[in-house]
Structures are given as C-alpha cells and as structure tokens.
C-alpha cells in the first residue's frame, strides 16, 4: 500500500486535516497561529520513524524550521495589533507576516530547510509536504499581501526552482526544486483571486501524486534507477508523460492552468513576471526531456536478466490519468467553447 494505515498514523493524518480546516475557518490571527501549531505537531509523528535516521533527522528540522516561522507569525499579529493604525509601519507587517508564511510552505529565500527535508521522507510523505502543507499558509497569505513583496517573491521562486533542478540526481530534491517553482505560478494565481489559486493547485496536487505514486511503485529515489531499471516501456511512457505535464507543456493538461494564469497576468498586466514565469518552465522542461529521453535511450544489455513484473491494479488507473493528461487539451479547449 501506499500508506501504512495504522490507528495512531490515521489519528495523526485526521488531526492534519482538521487542523487545516481550523486554520482556514478561523476568524481570528490567533485561531490561524493555533491551526498551524496543531498542524505542525499532528505532521511531526507522521514523518518521523525510529528506523530510519534520515527520517528522524527531517522531522527534527521541520520542526525547528516550522517552530521558527510560527514564533514570528506570532509576534508580527501582535505587532499588527498595536500598530494597526499607523500605515507605513502595516505596510512593514505585512511584508514581515508574509515572510514567515512563505517560511512556512518552503518559498524562496526562505526554501533551505525544504529540499533538506524532502530528501528524509517518503513518498507519500513528500506529497503531504508538496500539497496539503501548502493550503494554510496560502489561504492566509490572501487575507493580507503585500503586493511589491510577492512579485519579488515570485520571480525569486520562479528562478530558484529553474536553477535548482539543474545536475540533481535525486528525485525527491527534483521534486522539491519542482514545487518551489510551481509556488510562483500558485503565487501569482493568488494575486489574482483566490478561485484562480484553487483551480491551479488541485491541477498541480494531481499531477504531483501521479508522480508520488509512479516514483513509490518502483521503489525509485535516484535518477540513475530510471536507466538502470529495465522497465516496460509503457511505465517509461507513463513517466514521460507525466514529467512533460508538470512541467506544463502545452498538449498536456498541466498547461492548462498554466495558459489561464498567463491570460489573467496578461490582462492585468505583469508582462515582465510573465515572461521570467515562461523562461523558467522552459528550463524546467529541458530537465525533465531529458530525464525521460535518457530512461528511454538507455537500454542496459546486461541487466536483461533482471525483469521487474509490476503486478498492481492501481497501474491501470495510472495509465488512465496519463491517457487523461495526453488528451488535456481537447479537454481543455472545451472549457472556451
């Protein structure tokens, strides 16, 4: 299985969602503080694991990291209390609550402590981190940005991930690189209207659990398993497929949310975020040609011998979605109709 689903496990990933939900329904600064500590201590046991030191020492330094930006998060809504009048000195707030909110879900600058981490986890760890993690920390991010700071922010995500996913030879760091340069796209969505964001992330949230799965199905953590691997062609396919998709080019359905944003920026104008926007996906997606050409080139004669029978059920579903990802545009084009 995916998941191990023991009681505490379950316990702990019931607690997770609710206290996303706490967070978001607050009405109050202080209730979103006490979410995002219930979050970050129902995370802790989910990810750390006694066997692994890897593990243990991830779950150590998301802790500090989190605890870091949840002490600031709270003195900035304090500040914010006493000065609320003053202008200049909100406008200073702003940016420093938005710092530790970006803190938290792993944006550039403050993204040193998220591909550390990632490398300690799991799978199915990763795509927590990469997808649930992230909903607080944006929801609140809406209340209350400062608009100079994010473009700023934006650009640095865009161009950090680009040059991060660059001579990377573990998958999980090149997913991290992924989500920090998917982030700008999430962030300039959030600029705009917070339905925009939500269409954008639940896109970006399937494609990075197909690739969760895929990576978790063939036990896969270096890229050098994808050429030494003497996999059926249709998981090469499947994989190909779905890196191309993530990286958002255009016949696939990880375009689509991108082609929206890029019209909504267009009409309000940020023709220069857009244009770095584009530029680092094209880097991005030079990296994933690659990868995929590379696994699919190279044929390892000696390894022959070695014949991996994946016999999963949930492998069919894959090779749906990626069916679903190729025929994104047609289904796409409907939505214009």
Do not use: D
Request: with cysteine; proline share 2%.
């Amino acid at each position: 299985m995916f998941f191990t689903l023991n009681s505490n496990k379950m316990f702990f990933l019931f607690i997770l969602f609710f206290s996303t939900l706490i967070s978001i329904s607050s009405n109050s600064w202080f209730g979103c503080w006490i979410g995002l500590e219930i979050n970050l201590l129902s995370f802790i046991p989910l990810i750390s694991n006694p066997q692994n030191l890897l593990a243990s020492e991830a779950s150590l330094k998301y802790f500090l990291t989190q605890s870091i930006a949840s002490i600031n998060f709270l003195f900035y809504i304090l500040l914010n209390l006493f000065f609320m009048k003053n202008f200049e000195m909100n406008n200073m707030i702003s940016i420093l609550i938005n710092s530790s909110l970006l803190m938290k879900m792993g944006s550039a600058p403050f993204h040193f402590w998220f591909p550390n981490i990632v490398e300690g986890l799991s799978w199915f760890n990763n795509f927590i981190l990469m997808t649930w993690q992230k909903i607080t920390p944006f929801i609140l991010l809406s209340y209350f940005f400062n608009k100079n700071f994010i473009i700023i922010i934006i650009i640095m995500n865009a161009i950090i991930g680009a040059i991060g996913v660059m001579n990377q030879s573990s998958l999980r760091k090149l997913m991290a690189f992924s989500s920090i340069n998917n982030l700008s796209w999430m962030l300039s969505a959030i600029m705009i209207s917070e339905n925009l964001w939500l269409f954008y992330f639940l896109f970006y949230s399937l494609l990075i659990s197909i690739m969760c799965f895929l990576f978790y199905m063939m036990n896969m953590f270096f890229l050098n398993q994808l050429f030494f691997m003497n996999l059926n062609y249709l998981i090469k396919l499947s994989l190909l497929i779905n890196f191309l998709s993530l990286g958002g080019l255009p016949p696939f359905i990880g375009f689509f949310p991108k082609w929206i944003i890029i019209n909504f920026l267009i009409n309000n104008n940020y023709y220069l975020m857009i244009f770095i926007l584009i530029m680092m996906s094209l880097i991005m997606l030079f990296f994933y040609i690659r990868i995929s050409y590379s696994s699919i080139m190279f044929n390892y004669l000696k390894l022959k011998w070695i014949k991996i029978n994946i016999k999963n059920k949930l492998f069919y579903f894959m090779n749906f979605i990626s069916l679903l990802s190729i025929s994104g545009m047609i289904i796409s084009t409907f939505f214009f109709m």
